[in-house]
């Protein structure tokens, strides 16, 4: 006489599927899953707007403010970095402008030093 054990029936489950495989979010978004496996889109760092229309902040210097540049797709101040030591940086229509400030001199891209002026003692003559 043979026996065979029988393995308890196990219900068929179905393996859990990955809400955001393939992302449902669109192009420059990130999917999260939350707790209940439901997908969560939200745009990438360096992006705004809402999924699926996440999109960089400026791509010319028309789409920002006047007193910033866009750089890299952001809009941002262009005179970090851009002026050397005491040297003033002003931006007028997206454009950076270094200069030395009033009673200094030099060049305004690496560094403006302080114009010293030596008061000469006046001397004076008498005339006969």
């Given at each position: 006489?043979?026996?065979?054990?029988?393995?308890?029936?196990?219900?068929?489950?179905?393996?859990?599927?990955?809400?955001?495989?393939?992302?449902?979010?669109?192009?420059?978004?990130?999917?999260?899953?939350?707790?209940?496996?439901?997908?969560?889109?939200?745009?990438?760092?360096?992006?705004?707007?809402?999924?699926?229309?996440?999109?960089?902040?400026?791509?010319?210097?028309?789409?920002?403010?006047?007193?910033?540049?866009?750089?890299?797709?952001?809009?941002?101040?262009?005179?970090?970095?851009?002026?050397?030591?005491?040297a003033l940086c002003q931006v007028t229509l997206h454009q950076a402008r270094c200069t030395?400030?009033?009673?200094?001199?030099?060049?305004?891209?690496?560094?403006?030093?302080?114009?010293?002026?030596?008061?000469?003692?006046?001397?004076?003559?008498?005339?006969?």
């Open positions: 006489m043979n026996f065979f054990f029988l393995s308890p029936a196990t219900p068929d489950v179905e393996p859990t599927r990955d809400p955001c495989y393939p992302s449902p979010c669109g192009l420059n978004s990130q999917c999260a899953v939350s707790a209940d496996n439901i997908p969560s889109c939200s745009c990438s760092p360096t992006f705004i707007g809402s999924p699926p229309n996440c999109r960089p902040e400026c791509h010319v210097n028309s789409e920002c403010p006047t007193n910033q540049a866009c750089i890299k797709q952001k809009c941002t101040d262009p005179c970090v970095g851009l002026c050397g030591f005491n030395c400030p009033e009673s200094y001199t030099g060049d305004p891209f690496t560094v403006c030093s302080e114009i010293i002026c030596k008061k000469i003692p006046a001397t004076f003559t008498r005339n006969n």
